[in-house]
């Protein structure tokens, strides 16, 4: 199960985000302002920018699930873009990241009519590829490049 992020879930939050970011699945450090912003973005109601914490069947915080939302002149109009999937350790191998990628693509869809989702994988994480593609996400040849700009 998949709910909107809540107050109350950024210290799990911000936990997770720790964890994941010193995983394989992560090819370089990001700061943990970072995830501070993001997460304070998302319970302000900023509109790019999702997030729904995966709740395992006991009710415990099993992962999480970030998404924004942006215009592709590839699709013509909205994507969505999975930005992070995090199952802990604890969890993986129950269905729990694909279903809640489901569930979320599911809701965004109908909330905001996205023609297609991205996504994007660290070469050392590889093996979460067969998720991506029981959920129907086929491999594109793209390089992706990015560039960071200092923030003020």
């Known amino acids: 199960m998949i709910r909107p992020f809540q107050a109350e879930d950024k210290d799990i939050f911000l936990t997770m985000s720790d964890e994941f970011y010193h995983s394989e699945a992560v090819d370089h450090p990001v700061s943990s302002e970072n995830w501070l912003r993001t ?19 006991d009710g415990r915080p099993a992962g999480y699930l970030l998404a924004s939302l942006m215009w592709s002149g590839e699709f013509g109009g909205l994507v ?38 991205r996504l994007e994988v660290a070469p050392a994480n590889a093996g979460v ?8 996400f086929t491999r594109v040849p793209y390089n992706q490049w990015w560039k960071a700009v200092e923030v003020a």
């Open 80 to 117: 969505c873009w999975l930005e992070e999937l995090y199952v802990r350790s604890d969890f993986r191998g129950q269905g729990l990241g694909g279903q809640a990628m489901k569930t979320a693509m599911e809701e965004v869809r109908k909330k905001n009519k996205v023609l297609g989702y």
């Open 39 to 57: 997460f304070d973005a998302i319970i302000e109601g900023q509109s790019l920018a999702k997030g729904w914490m995966i709740i395992a069947g």
């Open 129 to 136: 590829e067969e998720i991506y593609q029981k959920v129907g």
